[in-house]
């Protein structure tokens, strides 16, 4: 599965943090700062002119619902099905998905 990948845990869990922090305007330490310029520019959410990445929509969504957001659903990239089985999101992590999803045009 997907979001099965052993070893990798705390390392995505302190970017999924990170990334949450600069979109709540909290500055991030700089040592052992390892981000090159292409993540900085997909971590700001601008792919294109105007165009919000999915990620930064997650993030954003779950920040609004006050939830910690599924590193699972971050990772699983551009796929085309989500496999987000006992994740546990509960009813607010289920509607900052459901926020996110309904302008990603990756999902069938």
Do not use: W
Request: charged residues 30%; proline residues 6%; contains cysteine.
């Amino acid at each position: 599965a997907p979001c099965e990948r052993s070893g990798e845990k705390e390392e995505q869990e302190e970017e999924v943090a990170g990334a949450a922090g600069r979109l709540a305007g909290a500055p991030e330490a700089e040592e052992g700062s390892d981000v090159d310029s292409d993540s900085d520019q997909e971590m700001e959410g601008i792919r294109g002119p105007g165009e919000l990445t999915k990620d930064t929509l997650y993030l954003r969504s779950c920040q609004a619902h006050s939830v910690v957001p599924a590193s699972c659903f971050l990772r699983q990239g551009s796929t085309p099905e989500l496999n987000l089985r006992h994740r546990g999101l509960g009813p607010q992590g289920a509607r900052a998905l459901a926020s996110a999803l309904t302008s990603n045009p990756y999902v069938k």
